[in-house]
């Protein structure tokens, strides 16, 4: 079946440092990739998607691009702030029956000043 | 209602009660799914309705655990005899459907009913 396998954290950053988040991914077919956040104490949202190949998707500074050739859709952004502290969550989206979404363990991210 | 709403979002029960958390998807959208939020385990899969049917129950960790949904809307998840490895935040999300009928796979969630079984 699906799988997203993504780095266990949590990770701690400076504020200005550069973050990647490592996300790799087993699917069928060419499925929806998504990055979802959740600050501390709110639910999870949308924080970025590419729906196919090469595709990338960029939100609040964060950009992440779909390889298909490694399975991969790693998160970046080049210069976080104490507001990115949260858990950030690596999802897919099957391309086929009724689309399941499949997520990863999640990774905690905290900045520090 | 404007997002997806979900109650109670704390429960606290003793060991062997019944409990119900409800979830009220975002208007217009006929995708509904239950998932599971424990320390350290990411999110698990529970249940999904496409309407008030459930064509993928797969994640239902046991016999304990059932769900309904009615009017193609609010979603009920029902656990009997609460054990306390049922701790847990469950999460509610619910989703589009794109002009080829398919799911977007963008999901909305709810805030969350975080269980805490004694």
């Known amino acids: 079946g699906d799988s997203v396998t993504q780095m266990e954290g949590p990770v701690t950053l400076s504020e200005e440092a550069f973050l990647t988040i490592n996300c790799t991914y087993t699917?069928?077919?060419?499925?929806?990739l998504f990055w979802y956040v959740q600050y501390p104490g709110e639910g999870l949202q949308l924080l970025l998607k590419?729906?196919?190949?090469?595709d990338k998707g960029s939100n609040k500074g964060f950009e992440a691009t779909y390889r298909k050739e490694t399975t991969s859709f790693h998160l970046e952004k080049g210069s976080v702030q104490v507001s990115d502290s949260a858990v950030y969550f690596c999802a897919l989206s099957s391309s086929g029956g009724y689309q399941k979404v499949t997520f990863g363990i999640g990774t905690k991210l905290q900045v520090i000043p | 209602g404007a997002g997806v709403s979900q109650s109670p979002s704390n429960k606290v029960t003793e060991k062997g009660k019944d409990v119900e958390l409800r979830c009220d998807p975002i208007s217009g959208h006929t995708a509904l799914y239950w998932y599971r939020q424990s320390l350290g385990q990411g999110l698990e899969f529970l249940i999904y309705?496409?309407?008030?049917?459930?064509?993928?129950k797969s994640g239902l960790p046991s016999d304990r655990f059932s769900a309904e949904r009615t009017g193609g809307s609010v979603s009920t998840l029902t656990i009997q005899r609460t054990q306390q490895e049922d701790s847990a935040v469950y999460l509610c999300?619910?989703?589009?459907?794109?002009?080829?009928?398919?799911?977007?796979?963008?999901?909305?969630f709810g805030e969350g009913s975080r269980l805490t079984v004694l």
């Open positions: 309705f496409q309407g008030n049917s459930a064509p993928d």
């Open positions: 999300a619910s989703s589009a459907r794109t002009s080829g009928n398919k799911n977007t796979g963008e999901l909305f």
């Open positions: 699917a069928t077919g060419y499925p929806s």
């Open positions: 590419a729906t196919k190949a090469d």
